[in-house]
Nanobody, 120 residues
C-alpha cells in the first residue's frame, strides 16, 4: 500500500514563511515526477510546482521567486518552501507523485491535503 502524507500547513501572517513536506511510504520501487497543487475555495485546482526525478523544477508564475520545491529521494520526501506568503496563497495544498510500486505498476498518487492560510 503506497501513500503520500503531507505536513507543515497552518496559519501565517502575510510576508511569513512555511515549509510543506510530502512523505511517501509503502512498497515503492521508484518515484518519478512529484508536484504540489493547490485549490482555493471556489477556484480550480492549479499546479504550483513540479520537480522531476532528474531535479528539473518548474513553477507557476505567481510563485516564482517565492516558493522552492525540492526532494530527498533517500527519504522519499518532497518539500515546498514558501516565503513572502500572500493572502492569495491561501488554499489546500496537495502533493502528487508518479510512483512505481514493488510489483512494477506505475500510477499517480495523491496526499490528503494540508491547509495553508495567510492572514493577519
Amino acid at each position: 500500500q503506497v501513500q503520500l502524507v503531507e505536513s507543515g500547513g497552518g496559519l501565517v501572517q502575510p510576508g511569513g514563511s512555511l515549509r510543506l513536506s510530502c512523505a511517501a511510504s509503502g512498497s515503492i520501487f521508484s518515484i518519478g515526477a512529484m508536484g504540489w497543487y493547490r485549490q482555493a475555495p471556489g477556484k480550480q485546482r492549479e499546479l504550483v510546482a513540479v520537480i522531476t526525478s532528474g531535479d528539473t523544477r518548474n513553477y507557476v508564475d505567481s510563485v516564482k521567486g517565492r516558493f522552492t520545491i525540492s526532494r530527498v529521494d533517500a527519504k522519499k520526501t518532497m518539500y515546498l518552501q514558501m516565503n513572502s506568503l500572500k493572502p492569495e496563497d491561501t488554499a489546500v495544498y496537495s502533493c502528487n507523485a508518479r510512483i512505481t510500486n514493488s510489483l512494477g505498476y506505475t500510477r499517480d498518487y495523491w496526499g490528503q491535503g494540508t491547509q495553508v492560510t495567510v492572514s493577519s
